[in-house]
Nanobody, 125 residues
């Protein structure tokens, strides 16, 4: 069975940095996409960044573009989200997702088949 395990969440001051990791196991599909989503209390889950596991293509949501960087280590089956210049509005539960069914660089949550349990990120001002 497919499992995604996130780590690296925690607390940071505004302007600080955190790095999230997501390791996938049990996945036997072909090259696909892995993405990060986040959900703040009372809000919809929103896409943050996505990466094509078969190459280097990435896409970022507007609020994080230029501050967050998604990357991967295929040998470790791990995707990272480097978050710099953090803002209080980045506070949310962050989720890793995998396999968008081939939808190219999608940040639509409905497209993704597999999800992690989430890791909390809290940014204080």
């Amino acid at each position: 069975q497919v499992q995604l395990v996130e780590s690296g969440g925690g607390s940071a001051q505004a302007g600080g940095s955190l790095r999230l990791s997501c390791t996938i196991s049990g996945y036997t599909g072909s090259k696909n996409f892995m993405a990060w989503f986040r959900q703040a209390p009372g809000k919809e889950r929103e896409g943050v960044a996505v990466i094509y596991t078969g190459g280097t293509s990435t896409y970022y949501a507007g609020p994080v573009k230029g501050r967050f960087t998604i990357s991967q280590d295929n040998a470790k089956k791990t995707v990272y989200l480097q978050m710099d210049s953090l803002k209080p509005e980045d506070t949310a539960m962050y989720y890793c997702a995998a396999d968008s069914g081939g939808s190219w660089l999608s940040l639509e949550k409905e497209k993704y088949y597999y999800w992690g349990q989430g890791t909390q990120v809290t940014v204080s001002s």
